[in-house]
């Protein structure tokens, strides 16, 4: 492997670990074990794990915008966008089972640490907060857009805690279909044509 292939690959196991057993409990022996490369070549891309928790990050920073962007290709109206927004709980559904949200595992996870990378972290929530602000914007509700895009965010992540707590299959497979209903509930609420169908994307 080049330099830039072993450092992608340290990050994306890093990323897996963190995810699967912590921030806290990962160290480096596991990430280098994982990537099986020498505790020399690790030290030369990564001096802490603080840096690879940042490395982290960005990573999932930038997948996350990925996946806003090929939802937004993908998507004819804001409704449907925000489908695809809900139906993570199901693509990630035995993720979930087993290790709960991975933006919400570290967030909360670092604010229980106290950890310097706590807010950069955060940035995942603000990310999907913005977009989904946006999409109920376009859906013709910009009043309230913000509060539906917290009410789905925050509804989202409690269900993903219980799926993961009481490892219930059922339980996400229940409120991912009283959440479309609700979604269905603010597209009929809104009086005009939602402004994406009015040509304003």
């Known amino acids: 492997m080049n330099k830039k292939t072993t450092r992608e690959h340290i990050v994306k196991a890093a990323d897996l670990l963190f995810y699967q057993q ?3 409990h990962t160290s480096f022996s596991d990430i280098a074990d994982a990537v ?3 505790r020399g070549n690790f030290y030369y891309h990564f001096k802490t794990k603080d840096k690879i928790l940042d490395a982290v990050i960005i990573l999932r920073l930038t997948n996350t915008k990925n996946m806003l962007d090929h939802w937004e290709i993908e998507g004819k109206h804001p409704e449907d966008r925000i489908r695809s927004f809900i139906q993570i709980l199901i ?3 035995s993720k979930i ?4 949200c991975p933006v919400g595992t570290l967030s909360t996870e670092l604010s229980k640490l106290d950890h310097p990378a706590q807010d950069q972290a955060n940035r995942l929530f603000a990310l999907f907060r913005t977009w989904l602000s946006r999409q109920f914007t376009l859906l013709g509700r910009p009043t309230d857009a913000d509060d539906l895009a917290m009410q ?3 509804r989202s992540q409690g269900v993903a805690t219980l799926a993961n707590a009481f490892r219930d299959e059922g339980f996400i497979n ?3 279909t009283q959440m479309n209903d609700w979604l269905r509930s603010c597209v009929e609420s809104v009086p005009t ?5 009015l040509g304003v994307r």
């Open 22 to 24: 912590g921030f806290e």
């Open 36 to 38: 099986k490369i020498s």
């Open 91 to 93: 693509t990630n559904q």
């Open 97 to 100: 089972l087993r290790y709960g």
């Open 152 to 154: 789905l965010l925050a």
């Open 174 to 176: 229940k409120e991912v």
């Open 193 to 197: 044509k939602p402004q994406d169908e």
